[in-house]
């Protein structure tokens, strides 16, 4: 590798970071995220790089186009839409420990119940959504890859912002009662304590548990509603949250079940008053075979 190729690729790697906070906001999905940033490290390779200006605009918009057309390509594979069991890929890390690439990957609040929300988003209104709102991209550099004017790419903005806001649970700031709200709950499965997991859950909670496409429709993936529901599910969990560790899933406080020494499932939840709101469990074994299993931390 000549000295110019070296330079091309040292500036690559100083924005690869941020680069995979695009793709995993576009895609929900941290191998997919992988892939699209690998792919606009391979088309810089046939640009003549004298002509870029901006290289990290450059490449923050390619990653954004490469990005909507595998959201594009998705979207016509499904032959209905996506259900309501689905839940996105969890980056996860233990509660005293510091990976900054996973940092740049959990910032700017994107938690499981943003990604639930921006899955069900038209693709190009994500695109204008994450690019625009948590990246500060211009619509007048949007605007080309979505192939509409300015004045189009700022509406489809603004629609997602609508649905962003409407649909996304608010949930406590507060890292510390989020634990204390998620240790309450895996106390009182374990324990087959009833009334105190009605307790700590919200009254309209919503548990979304997605089991895998294999699976879809049957016991492993679906999605409940009300307090006393939830609960009886949630008893069925006990031998799972009596081998789970607490970790951080997507920067909140969350549980990694354990099975032989391997991340059986991933569960994080929204948190507000005190009471669980909302939890997304992802169990499907062809997601998680690839998920390091974090180190013990507390």
Same mark, same amino acid.
């Given at each position: 590798m000549g000295g110019d190729e070296e330079r091309l690729a !040292?500036?690559?790697?100083?924005?690869?970071?941020?680069?995979?906070?695009?793709?995993? *906001?576009? @895609?929900?999905? $941290?191998s997919e995220a992988e892939d699209a940033v690998q792919e606009a490290w391979l088309r810089l390779g046939r640009v003549e790089p004298g002509g870029i200006d901006n290289l990290g605009g450059w490449l923050t918009t390619v990653t954004g186009r490469i990005c909507l057309d595998l959201l594009r390509s998705r979207s016509a594979? !499904?032959?209905?839409?996506?259900?309501?069991?689905?839940?996105?890929?969890?980056?996860? *890390?233990? @509660?005293?420990? $510091?990976?900054?690439?996973?940092?740049?990957?959990?910032?700017?609040?994107?938690g499981v119940a943003l990604l639930v929300v921006l899955e069900a988003l038209d693709p190009d209104e994500r695109l204008a959504f994450v690019l625009h709102d948590m990246f500060a991209v211009p619509f007048d550099d949007i605007a080309p890859v979505v192939e509409r004017g300015a004045a189009a790419t700022r509406q489809l903005a603004s629609r997602a912002r609508r649905r962003v806001r409407d649909s996304t649970p608010p949930a406590d700031p507060d890292a510390g009662r989020q634990r204390q709200a998620l240790d309450a709950f895996r106390a009182a499965s374990r324990t087959g304590d009833f009334e105190a997991l009605v307790a700590v859950l919200h009254p309209d909670v919503v548990l979304r548990a997605d089991a895998g496409a294999l699976v879809r429709g049957v016991a492993g993936s679906?999605?409940?509603?009300?307090?006393?529901?939830?609960?009886?599910?949630?008893?069925?969990?006990?031998?799972?949250?009596?081998?789970?560790?607490?970790?951080?899933?997507?920067?909140?406080?969350?549980?990694?079940?354990?099975?032989?020494?391997?991340?059986?499932?991933?569960?994080?939840?929204?948190?507000q008053d005190g009471r669980i709101t909302a939890l997304y469990i992802l169990a499907d074994p062809a997601r998680l075979k690839g998920l390091a299993l974090p180190p013990e931390a507390d």
């Open positions: !040292r500036a690559f790697e100083d924005h690869r970071a941020h680069l995979m906070a695009v793709a995993y *906001r576009m @895609l929900g999905s $941290v594979r !499904r032959e209905q839409p996506m259900d309501d069991t689905f839940v996105p890929d969890p980056v996860i *890390r233990p @509660l005293s420990r $510091v990976d900054p690439e996973k940092e740049a990957l959990e910032a700017d609040s994107v679906k999605t409940l509603r009300g307090a006393r529901q939830v609960a009886e599910s949630a008893m069925m969990f006990a031998r799972f949250n009596a081998r789970a560790r607490t970790v951080l899933v997507n920067g909140a406080p969350g549980l990694v079940g354990v099975v032989d020494g391997r991340v059986g499932s991933v569960m994080s939840v929204t948190v």
